[in-house]
């Protein structure tokens, strides 16, 4: 048996890593996150949570942290792009939060990884070293060796993977290359609240569905700003997350839309693109005393919101699973996977769907208005109820 009494590498501190090492903390296990950028930072945009994912930051007294910048939507409010007509709203406030117990709210990334980061730095069971960028593990019967690409080498009891989309790690246990592109591009821009079109300034998380794309807006920062993301069929394809794009550029995609969608891409500044990937979910992502966690294991397109909210389920999801095994985490890695991996495949089942529900052109998108149209709020709420009453 292999039991992790010691210390457990994490690498990778995004949201994911940071919340493997605050759930573990609060197990009373000690990690080593290491980051391979020189500081613990997100990037600028927004993130939608839903009750699947607020109900554990509460439990780990996250949301707390995050009080002054959250943002709880009224509703979710759905625009057909090419007539301006609205579609679909779903209440998001008391009666929704009654349903599933937990709020749905959205905010900065930034300020979440803060928070989460803040919460790190109480724990002392949690050490944090940035500036270490890594390059692949071996194992023993003993525990664990992580090496960094500049020659250092961590030894630990475990290892939880929890760097990203082309993780290094998730190569070296699985050998199945780069993720696929999904043929979209994403891009992003934040706008100060009174730059956003008055008539388009609502507190909901709204999207608006267009023949081969779609437009997501929300408020983030307290309402200080909303977050823009419009997401386009492309075939440009980049890896970064962050190449400029100009708002004619983003524009030119829309130009089938209504005056009012086009009128919040004018509003943008310093939109910033990247291409979506796609990698369809695999059997097993644990090796001994090695599992990946999140983007690393289970990437899911974001036609759900819900790629961050797997990574903080997965994280309390290893934590228990170390308890249930007593430390063993050999056995808690295996029970672990077992737990996550139907929910994971789902996932990325109904995120593919949906995305080609938002983006229906022709009578399909007809059809679509149609039903979403006659969808009542309770409706709604049952079809979304394995995701937000979950895991
Ligand atoms: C357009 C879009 C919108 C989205 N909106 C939402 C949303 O509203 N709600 C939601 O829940 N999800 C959303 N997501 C998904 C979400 O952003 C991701 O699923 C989530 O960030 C994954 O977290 P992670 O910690 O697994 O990976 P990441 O956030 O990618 O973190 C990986 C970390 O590992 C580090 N790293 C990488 N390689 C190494 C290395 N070799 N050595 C050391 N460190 C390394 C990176 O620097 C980074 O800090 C969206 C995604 C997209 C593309």
């Avoid at 997501?216 to 440009?236: C, D, K, L, M, Q």
Wanted: contains cysteine; hydrophobic residues 40%; aromatic residues 8%.
């Amino acid at each position: 048996m292999t039991r992790a009494t010691g210390t457990i590498l994490v690498a990778g501190g995004g949201i994911g890593g940071l919340m493997a090492a605050l759930a573990l903390a609060k197990s009373g296990l000690k990690s080593l996150v290491l980051e391979r950028a020189e500081a613990f930072t997100e990037i600028g945009a927004g993130v939608q949570l839903g009750p699947n994912a607020t109900r554990l930051l509460a439990k780990w007294q996250v949301l707390d942290r995050l009080a002054g910048d959250l943002v709880a939507p009224d509703e979710v409010r759905v625009m057909d792009a090419p007539s301006g007509r609205t579609i679909g709203r779903i209440p998001l406030g008391l009666q929704f939060k009654e349903r599933f117990g937990a709020p749905y709210q959205v905010v900065h990334r930034a300020d979440l990884h803060r928070a989460l980061f803040t919460a790190c730095t109480q724990q002392p069971e949690i050490t944090l070293k940035t500036g270490v960028s890594v390059s692949g593990y071996t194992q023993s019967a003993d525990g664990v060796a992580l090496h960094g690409v500049d020659g250092r080498v961590f030894k630990a009891d475990a290892l939880i993977a929890a760097d990203g989309l082309r993780s290094v790690l998730r190569e070296q246990m699985l050998g199945d290359g780069t993720p696929d592109f999904a043929g979209h591009t994403a891009y992003r821009a934040l706008l100060p609240r009174d730059a956003m079109p008055a008539d388009c300034a609502w507190n909901a998380a709204a999207l608006w569905a267009s023949p081969g794309g779609h437009l997501v807006h929300y408020p983030i920062s307290g309402g200080e700003r909303f977050n823009i993301v419009a997401i386009t069929a492309s075939r440009w394809r980049g890896e970064g997350w962050n190449e400029k794009a100009t708002g004619n550029e983003v524009l030119e995609q829309f130009r089938n839309a209504c005056p009012q969608l086009r009128s919040i891409l004018e509003a943008g500044r310093d939109y910033r693109k990247w291409s979506l990937a796609d990698r369809p979910p695999v059997h097993n992502w644990s090796e001994g005393r090695v599992t990946l966690l999140g983007d690393a294991a289970h990437p899911v397109l974001p036609y759900l919101a819900q790629g961050a909210a797997m990574a903080i389920e997965d994280a309390d999801c290893i934590a228990e699973s170390l308890e249930q095994a007593g430390g063993d985490a050999e056995r808690a890695f295996a029970l672990y996977e077992a737990a996550r991996r139907p929910r994971t495949a789902q996932l990325y089942k109904a995120s593919r769907f949906q995305g080609g529900i938002y983006h229906a052109g022709g009578i399909k998108r007809l059809i679509r208005n149609q039903i979403m149209q006659r969808q009542s709020a309770d409706q709604w709420y049952k079809r979304v109820d394995w995701i937000y009453s979950g895991p």
